[in-house]
């Protein structure tokens, strides 16, 4: 009986040991106001967030940047915890990846825009489209419906009603000149410009090639009031975060806001 009691005692102690020790563990969860690692794209992104660490530096905070050249591996490394954050994404992007992947992240707060254009090398007008000619558009969800949607309001292809951010070529319902659509990845569309007659391009990497929507676009997004602001993305357990608060408000500094005016002239602009 005795060496039950004290089989039973040790149990209990173990138990309580555990407890107190998880209890440890979940407030070691918060990230650190003293230093952070943010994942950005390559471009605009990566040049603010190194503006905002500027600001941050003198408040005691590093933040330190790792730079990804495509869309898909920063949520990866957030979600599996090689980042504290990441901030280079659209919210149907996102979506789009949480659903698809079973991510624990989330949006915190929006940072800039980048307006979609069109560029080519062939022609200068959507107008000068030909039958049989090519185009060609991201081939991730939400950029290319993204892409799409910008082609149909340039009145050159026509989607189905209630297209989702799945959306594919195969949803377009209406191509008078029979356009050949090519589906590319996203980095790859600026060095495609020769091969196609026209493509829809992602901001950061129309400018990664000296492309900019004021002077080489020959179709674009509304520059205001973009409907794809960008987002600053961390662990769904860090949303409340005091770090984040921190960086929000860093971002969104008067500095920065003359920063993104100054550096991209109009092809980023701030989304609050």
Not at 27 to 38: G, H, N, Q, R
Not at 68 to 75: G, I, L, M, S, V
Not at 88 to 111: E, M
Not at 207 to 215: E, R, S, V, W, Y
Request: a positive charge; aromatic letters at 8%; glycine letters at 6%.
């Amino acid at each position: 009986m005795k060496k039950a009691s004290k089989l039973l005692s040790l149990g209990i102690a173990f138990i309580l040991l555990f407890a107190l020790s998880a209890c440890g563990k979940s407030d070691s969860k918060a990230l650190s106001t003293k230093e952070i690692t943010v994942g950005v794209t390559g471009g605009p992104h990566q040049q603010i967030m190194e503006q905002v660490a500027k600001l941050a530096k003198k408040d005691g905070l590093t933040i330190k940047l790792k730079v990804f050249n495509d869309y898909n591996t920063p949520n990866t490394a957030l979600d599996q915890g090689e980042l504290d954050a990441n901030s280079y994404q659209t919210l149907p992007f996102l979506k789009g990846q949480i659903k698809d992947k079973n991510y624990k992240i989330t949006d915190v707060f929006k940072t800039v825009a980048f307006p979609m254009g069109v560029y080519s090398k062939k022609i200068k007008s959507l107008n000068e489209l030909k039958k049989g000619d090519s185009i060609a558009v991201p081939n991730d969800p939400a950029n290319e419906l993204r892409a799409l949607q910008l082609f149909e309001a340039a009145g050159v292809i026509k989607l189905k009603e209630g297209v989702t951010q799945n959306a594919t070529k195969k949803d377009v319902v209406e191509n008078k000149l029979n356009l050949d659509i090519k589906e590319l990845n996203a980095e790859s569309l600026p060095a495609q410009l020769n091969e196609v007659t026209a493509a829809a391009i992602n901001t950061n990497f129309a400018m990664g090639a000296d492309l900019t929507i004021n002077k080489d676009a020959i179709f674009h997004e509304k520059i205001k009031d973009n409907p794809y602001p960008n987002y600053f993305v961390v662990r769904t357990e860090n949303k409340n975060d005091k770090v984040v608060k921190q960086i929000k408000k860093y971002y969104y500094s008067d500095t920065i806001k003359k920063y993104i005016a100054k550096e991209f002239g109009g092809s980023v602009v701030p989304a609050w």
